[in-house]
Structure formats: C-alpha cells, structure tokens
C-alpha cells in the first residue's frame, strides 16, 4: 500500500494498481452500503460542522492551501474507485468544483471529470449527480429553487436524504464563495488536496464498511472535534517547535478515554450511546475553556459556548503566547484525575473527604453529587449551552480540588482536607458573591484566593472583591483560633456543619463553642417555640437596608432562619446573637416542653403585671409571627412598635399582608383590598394607631371615633389590645 497526495481534479488522471494490473481512475462511486451524504443535514451540529468545513476550504482557496484528512478507498481492475472512508468530504468537493465550473463557465472538456462522481446508494441519487454536471444555474435565484424547478428534477427527489443534502450544501457553498473570483483556477492548482490510501485485496464486504467506520450512524460532533484539536496542536507543534499532539491525541485515546469510561452509562437516557464518552469530554473541555478564560480576567458570558469556537478561540495555532499555556492547562486538567494518589478512581477520592451529613474528616455538599467530577462531565451545560445546570458555586469547587490534584506532591492530604473546608465554607456563604456577571465577575479573583487556600492554607488579604467580606474575617479567625486551641477543631467542624449555620458559626462564636451541645438539642425543636422562646429575651429582629422592612424567623422556612444567622447588611446581627446565647445559656439542654415553659412562663408575667410590650402579642398570638419568609413592616418601629404588618411574601405587600391585632380580632372582615390594613363593615372600617383603634364612617372617610389603648409612661400598653378590640366589636354587632 501506498499512500499518495492527490486533487480532486488530479486524481482522475492517476494511475493505480489494481490487483496485476495498472488501472486510470475512471470513478468513484459511492456504494450502496455506505450512508446518505449528511453535510447538508439541517440540524445544530451538522449546521456547525459544515460551517466550520466550509471555512476551510474557504481559507484554502483565499489565503493558504490544505490538505484534508486521508481518504480511504478500493480501485478495481475496471478502474472504479469504492470509497471505504471519505464519502462525505469527497461529495462536498465534487459539488465545489460543480459550482466553481458553473460560476466561471469553465469549458466542458476540462470538468469534464464531474461525470466520473456517483452515489449508488439509490436510483434517485445516482441520477441527480449525472443530471447536475448537464445543468448550468442562472445564478439569479436561490440554486437550490432553480434545481427543483427544472423539469429532469421529480419532486419525490426532494425526499431523498441525499439530495436534500446536496441542495443545503450547494445553497451554502454558493452564499460562501459567491464574491470569490478565480476559484477554478486555485482548485486546479492544488488549494485543496487529500492523501489517497489504496486498500488492496481486504475484500470490501458490508460487515467491513460496519467494522471499520460504523456507517449507519453518522459522524459524531466529537470526531470532527478531535481531528480539529489536533490539527491545530500540530500546527503550533511545528511553528514553536514543541513536540504535543503525538502526547495529547495518545492520551485523549487512552487514559483520558480510561478516566471518562466509568461514567459512560450514567450520563445518558439513551442505550445506544452507553459505550461513548464523547459529550462527558466536550462537557470537561468547556468547564476547562472555562477556567482558562476566568483565569484571563474575563467571562465566559462574554464568548460562544459552541466548542469549535472554544477550540480556536483558546488554542488557535496562531496564538503562539497563550495557546501552549492552554494546553498544558487542557492536559494538566485532565491529567490530574487519571492518577490519584491512594486512591483508584476519582469517586473514592472525593467520597473521602465529602459526604451529605457531619463525619469527621469530610465536608458537606448539601447540593449536588458528591461525585463533583461525574456532576461536572453529565451537567456541565445543556446541548444549546444556554442553561448552565453546573452552578458557579460547584464550578469554584472543583477548580478547588483540581488545584490539589495538580500539586499532590506539594500539598499533604491532611492539610487539603482542611483547605478544602474553607473554600467550602466560603462558597456557602458568598452566594451573592459567586458571580461572573459581565458587571460584576468576582470569579477571576475567587479563583486567586482558592489558589492561595489550597496551596500555601492561607487567605490572600490582596485580593479585592472576591468572597464574601465577613465570611472571609470569620475563616482568619478560625485558622488563628485553631492554631492555638488544635484540640477544639473536631467541635468547630461540626458546629460548621449544622444545617442552621452551612459554615458560619457567628451566630454562636468561637467563645460559645461549649453551646455546640445546647444549640444542636434547641433546633431539634418546634421552630415556631424557637422563636416565641428567643423572643422573650428580647427583640431579635434585624432590620433592612430598606429600613421598613425585618427579619423575623420562620417556623416552617430556613432560608428565614439563614438570613437571621448569616452576617449581612442588615442591621442587628450581634443583638440576635446576644438573644440566642442568652436562650442557649438558660438551660443545658432542650426540648418542646422546655420551650413550652419559657413561653407560659413570659405570658403569665406580662399578664401578672399587666405590661403588653408588642413582643408579647407576638408571643401569645400564632398571627403576629411572620408568614413563611419571616418578614415584618414597620415604617416607624422607634416611635410606632405596636404599628406593624405581617407580610407572606419575600420582599413586597400583598393581598395577604395585615395588621394582626386586624386579623386576630376578626379576621373575617379583614380587608383583602386595603392590604389587610383595616376591617370593613357596612357603615365604617376600623384602623390601627400605635396606640388607638380608629373609626371611621365608610362614605365621608370622616373620624367619628377613636378607642384609646392604655399605655405607661414608656409607652407599653397596660392593657391587652385583643381583648379591647373583640369587647368593641361586641358592642356594634349586639
């Protein structure tokens, strides 16, 4: 066998062995075993890979010459050439010298050739390649249309996959390289040519078209994907001098195939593709490509998710300062997961040291797989790479890991378990933070602070704009508070752990570690008695940057409960801590019943002494706690206390919102149109004062009375303003 560089033009004139014989091309005719032409498919990856074949062969004729992939293929004594593989690029460039023929009138004598290319796929096909080379378009209408308008061309043509293709193509070729002149003249001086390997005496049965290219199935996005990558690796191979794309196309075959077998099955609902790893590795490149552009200071919102343009855009031939750099962070990538030491795969690894519940030694990942890896190769993006179903927060964690992978040698196991917990730690309580918006991406310098934490277990005071702020403080704290009590970090860690605190342990303080027992015991309890029983110490409410707004807990909802213990903009952080230690240091431990008497316990001395402050209506009346997110109104609470809504939703008023002392008094004739602000009846509505109930006459609006609220000289009620309210109500409804 010999393997030779030939022209589509050329090839036609070459003489090859034939058994004994020496044989001129006469044809080549692509057999009936072997599938339709699929170039002009109309769907997302056919669309993208003839684009990106056209390019090509467009660069090929403007700028520089190529040479494609090899071609396969029998030639018999008859001198007919059976292609085994390259169909479908030989089509293409049997349709690109038709249209170069056609645009530039090229004499009949010299494309004369074009007859000697046919399918034998079917009848149809083989008659529209013969009726093609006759017809000469007038250029003036969409080619495609002008060919189904003639008369040889039978509409159930257009039926034919084959055919259907070649229109798509022939459309494309002509909007490619309609303003290029002269295309005839570089094709027949070798723009584009292809190495022609003879295969002799093997015999090309059907089940070796199968064997040997899987014929019924078309090329997969990561073949042609593959064959590009490592034309570009090798082209910048030989301009700088580097030896890679032996090394990288060895491994993507190999270890790197090895690494991504094992999650084949999991990735994919459908069976025929359990035995590929082709969009587990797509799925890792474009979690690498986007690494790389974070790394650059940039965004990947920025760029297309397509990963031909990825490819080029990160490692082009023609970036000869960046693209080595990036493909030795490809293959470091990569690399990192296919040798773990003492562990034999990547699953054991990371089970290590991460797990759902508190165990010594282990993170938490409350979200997503603990196999991050096998999260990242199935979910890393949708097809459209439109939805990113691998979250940001997932993204800094794994590069977390990665880091250590890539510096085993440099970084002790024992001390990445414990450099791995503040990144987690950090990425729980930075969710504002973790953001790559094209205003505001603090991901660039996020992923400089893991790579101080990993590597060197120390938090990067230079870096601007990256975790969040407090998280940050509270993480120092910790490494110093550990480095002189080692004995207090089993307690740390799982104080860090509890599902109330994700990480920060504020709320409690490394002062209060000897709580952990008392505050695990308190939330194994009834929220809602929580609550009631840390309001008895105090106001514990946090207000709003909006200043109208407070935080309030929820019995039914955590992310109240968060936002309570987790240090934000809001105002009042330290005094609910004060509360919350001082409930914890009431007792050494709890339960319902406990809780039950703190609560009684408050109300019978409110009541005792007559003194209603408004946090005992919270207390004994369900409807004065906050709805579900915890969150209560108050223009005025300074002056106005007692004037409060209740409100059911996140952030605004709704029909559901209300005044409680409205809705426990008579929640029937609450007013779902004022906002539950008042209670209407047929002839007046009723509203609140800080101190009063007020009445008013329905039709004029006018005052015509006001029931006052008795109050001391602190201005707490020395009534119960329920009571008062009910009594009133008797009065106009005897």
């Given at each position: 066998?010999?393997?030779?560089?030939?022209s589509?033009?050329?090839?036609?004139?070459?003489?090859?062995?034939?058994?004994?014989?020496?044989?001129?091309?006469?044809?080549?005719?692509?057999?009936?075993?072997?599938?339709?032409?699929?170039?002009?498919?109309?769907?997302?990856?056919?669309n993208?890979?003839?684009?990106?074949?056209?390019s090509a062969l467009?660069?090929a004729?403007?700028?520089?010459?190529?040479?494609?992939?090899?071609?396969?293929?029998?030639?018999?004594?008859?001198?007919v050439?059976?292609p085994?593989?390259?169909?479908?690029r030989?089509?293409?460039?049997?349709?690109?010298h038709?249209?170069?023929?056609?645009?530039?009138?090229?004499?009949?004598e010299?494309?004369?050739?074009l007859?000697?290319f046919?399918?034998?796929?079917?009848?149809?096909?083989?008659y529209?390649?013969?009726?093609?080379?006759?017809?000469?378009?007038?250029?003036?209408?969409?080619?495609?249309?002008?060919?189904?308008?003639?008369?040889?061309?039978?509409?159930?043509?257009?039926?034919d996959?084959t055919?259907s293709?070649?229109?798509?193509?022939?459309d494309?070729?002509?909007?490619?390289?309609?303003?290029?002149?002269?295309?005839?003249?570089?094709?027949?001086?070798?723009?584009i040519?292809?190495?022609?390997?003879?295969?002799?005496?093997?015999?090309?049965?059907?089940?070796?078209?199968?064997?040997?290219?899987?014929?019924?199935?078309?090329?997969?996005?990561?073949?042609?994907?593959?064959?590009?990558?490592?034309?570009?690796?090798?082209?910048?191979?030989?301009?700088?001098?580097?030896?890679?794309?032996?090394r990288?196309?060895?491994?993507?075959?190999?270890?790197?195939?090895?690494?991504?077998w094992?999650?084949?099955?999991?990735?994919?609902?459908d069976?025929?593709?359990?035995n590929?790893?082709?969009?587990?590795?797509?799925?890792?490149?474009?979690?690498?490509?986007?690494?790389?552009?974070?790394r650059?200071?940039?965004?990947?919102?920025?760029?297309?998710?397509?990963v031909?343009?990825l490819?080029?855009?990160?490692?082009?031939?023609?970036?000869?300062?960046?693209?080595?750099?990036?493909?030795?962070?490809?293959?470091?990538?990569?690399?990192?997961?296919?040798?773990?030491?003492?562990f034999?795969?990547?699953?054991?690894?990371?089970?290590?040291?991460?797990?759902?519940?508190?165990?010594?030694g282990?993170?938490?990942?409350?979200?997503?797989?603990?196999?991050?890896?096998?999260?990242?190769?199935?979910?890393?993006?949708?097809?459209?790479?439109?939805?990113r179903?691998?979250?940001?927060?997932?993204?800094?964690?794994?590069y977390?890991?990665?880091?250590?992978?890539?510096?085993?040698?440099?970084?002790?196991?024992?001390?990445?378990v414990?450099?791995i917990?503040?990144?987690?730690?950090?990425v729980?309580?930075?969710?504002?933070?973790?953001?790559?918006?094209?205003?505001?991406n603090?991901?660039?310098?996020?992923?400089?602070?893991?790579?101080s934490i990993?590597?060197?277990?120390?938090?990067d005071?230079?870096?601007?704009?990256?975790?969040?702020?407090?998280?940050?403080?509270?993480?120092k704290?910790?490494?110093?508070?550990?480095i002189?009590?080692p004995?207090?970090?089993?307690?740390?860690?799982?104080?860090?752990?509890?599902p109330?605190?994700?990480?920060?342990?504020?709320i409690?303080?490394?002062?209060?570690?000897?709580?952990?027992?008392?505050?695990?015991?308190l939330?194994?309890?009834?929220?809602?008695?929580?609550?009631?029983?840390m309001?008895?110490f105090?106001?514990?409410?946090?207000?709003?940057?909006?200043?109208?707004r407070?935080?309030?807990?929820?019995?039914?909802?955590?992310?109240?409960?968060?936002?309570?213990?987790?240090?934000?903009?809001?105002?009042g952080f330290?005094?609910?801590?004060?509360i919350?230690?001082?409930?914890?240091?009431?007792?050494?431990?709890?339960?319902n019943?406990i809780?039950?008497?703190i609560?009684?316990?408050?109300?019978?001395?409110?009541?005792?002494?007559?003194i209603?402050p408004?946090?005992?209506?919270?207390?004994?009346?369900?409807?004065f706690?906050?709805?579900?997110?915890?969150?209560?109104?108050?223009?005025?609470?300074?002056?106005?206390?007692?004037?409060?809504?209740?409100?059911q939703?996140?952030?605004?008023?709704?029909?559901n919102?209300?005044?409680?002392?409205?809705?426990?008094?008579d929640?029937?004739?609450?007013?779902?149109?004022?906002?539950?602000?008042?209670?209407?009846?047929?002839?007046?509505?009723?509203?609140?004062?800080n101190?009063a109930?007020?009445?008013?006459?329905?039709?004029s609006?006018?005052?015509?009375?006001?029931?006052?609220i008795?109050?001391?000289?602190?201005?707490?009620?020395?009534?119960?303003?329920?009571?008062?309210?009910?009594?009133?109500?008797?009065?106009?409804?005897?």
């Amino acid at each position: 066998m010999s393997t030779t560089l030939h022209s589509f033009m050329d090839i036609f004139e070459t003489e090859f062995e034939a058994g004994e014989e020496i044989v001129e091309l006469q044809k080549i005719a692509i057999p009936l075993i072997q599938r339709d032409y699929a170039q002009g498919r109309m769907d997302g990856d056919v669309n993208r890979v003839r684009s990106r074949f056209l390019s090509a062969l467009y660069d090929a004729i403007t700028i520089k010459p190529i040479t494609l992939d090899f071609v396969y293929g029998d030639i018999d004594v008859n001198g007919v050439m059976t292609p085994l593989d390259g169909q479908q690029r030989l089509t293409t460039l049997f349709l690109l010298h038709w249209y170069a023929a056609k645009k530039e009138n090229v004499a009949k004598e010299e494309c004369e050739f074009l007859v000697k290319f046919s399918y034998e796929t079917r009848y149809s096909a083989r008659y529209f390649c013969a009726e093609l080379v006759k017809f000469c378009p007038s250029f003036s209408e969409k080619i495609s249309a002008e060919i189904i308008n003639q008369a040889w061309f039978p509409l159930d043509w257009k039926k034919d996959p084959t055919i259907s293709s070649m229109l798509v193509m022939i459309d494309a070729i002509n909007d490619k390289f309609k303003d290029i002149e002269d295309i005839w003249s570089k094709l027949k001086n070798g723009a584009i040519t292809f190495y022609f390997l003879p295969i002799k005496d093997m015999g090309l049965t059907d089940e070796l078209y199968i064997k040997m290219n899987s014929r019924g199935k078309p090329l997969t996005l990561f073949e042609h994907f593959k064959a590009e990558l490592e034309r570009e690796i090798r082209a910048l191979d030989e301009k700088i001098g580097n030896k890679n794309a032996d090394r990288i196309v060895a491994k993507i075959d190999k270890s790197w195939t090895d690494l991504l077998w094992r999650y084949r099955n999991s990735g994919s609902s459908d069976a025929a593709d359990d035995n590929i790893i082709d969009d587990e590795f797509l799925r890792y490149f474009k979690f690498i490509c986007d690494i790389i552009c974070y790394r650059s200071g940039k965004s990947p919102q920025g760029y297309s998710n397509d990963v031909f343009e990825l490819l080029h855009l990160y490692f082009s031939c023609n970036d000869e300062v960046n693209s080595p750099k990036n493909i030795a962070t490809l293959e470091a990538f990569f690399d990192c997961w296919c040798n773990i030491d003492g562990f034999s795969n990547p699953t054991k690894f990371l089970e290590s040291f991460m797990g759902n519940e508190h165990t010594k030694g282990k993170i938490i990942v409350n979200k997503g797989k603990i196999d991050i890896f096998e999260d990242c190769i199935h979910n890393y993006s949708d097809k459209s790479g439109r939805v990113r179903q691998f979250p940001l927060n997932r993204i800094v964690l794994l590069y977390a890991i990665t880091v250590y992978l890539q510096h085993q040698q440099y970084v002790l196991y024992d001390d990445f378990v414990r450099r791995i917990r503040i990144v987690n730690n950090l990425v729980q309580n930075s969710e504002d933070e973790v953001s790559d918006r094209l205003d505001r991406n603090r991901i660039p310098a996020i992923l400089q602070a893991v790579d101080s934490i990993i590597l060197k277990g120390e938090i990067d005071d230079s870096l601007d704009n990256n975790f969040n702020v407090n998280q940050i403080q509270e993480e120092k704290e910790k490494i110093a508070f550990l480095i002189d009590n080692p004995s207090k970090s089993d307690i740390l860690f799982a104080l860090e752990d509890h599902p109330m605190l994700k990480g920060q342990i504020s709320i409690v303080g490394l002062e209060n570690l000897n709580y952990y027992d008392r505050f695990v015991s308190l939330f194994k309890c009834s929220w809602d008695k929580i609550d009631c029983a840390m309001i008895t110490f105090g106001n514990y409410g946090q207000q709003e940057r909006n200043n109208w707004r407070y935080q309030f807990a929820s019995k039914s909802i955590q992310l109240a409960w968060d936002e309570l213990f987790h240090m934000s903009a809001n105002k009042g952080f330290e005094n609910t801590k004060k509360i919350l230690i001082a409930l914890l240091s009431s007792n050494e431990s709890f339960d319902n019943c406990i809780l039950d008497s703190i609560i009684s316990n408050y109300i019978a001395e409110c009541e005792n002494n007559s003194i209603y402050p408004w946090t005992y209506y919270y207390v004994k009346y369900s409807v004065f706690r906050p709805g579900s997110y915890g969150k209560l109104s108050n223009n005025d609470i300074v002056s106005k206390p007692y004037l409060f809504s209740i409100m059911q939703t996140k952030s605004q008023w709704s029909q559901n919102t209300y005044i409680p002392y409205l809705k426990e008094a008579d929640d029937l004739h609450l007013s779902r149109d004022s906002m539950g602000q008042r209670l209407d009846y047929p002839d007046k509505y009723i509203t609140c004062d800080n101190a009063a109930y007020l009445i008013f006459e329905k039709e004029s609006r006018n005052l015509i009375e006001k029931i006052e609220i008795l109050q001391n000289n602190e201005r707490i009620d020395t009534e119960d303003r329920i009571i008062k309210l009910k009594r009133y109500l008797e009065t106009i409804n005897e």
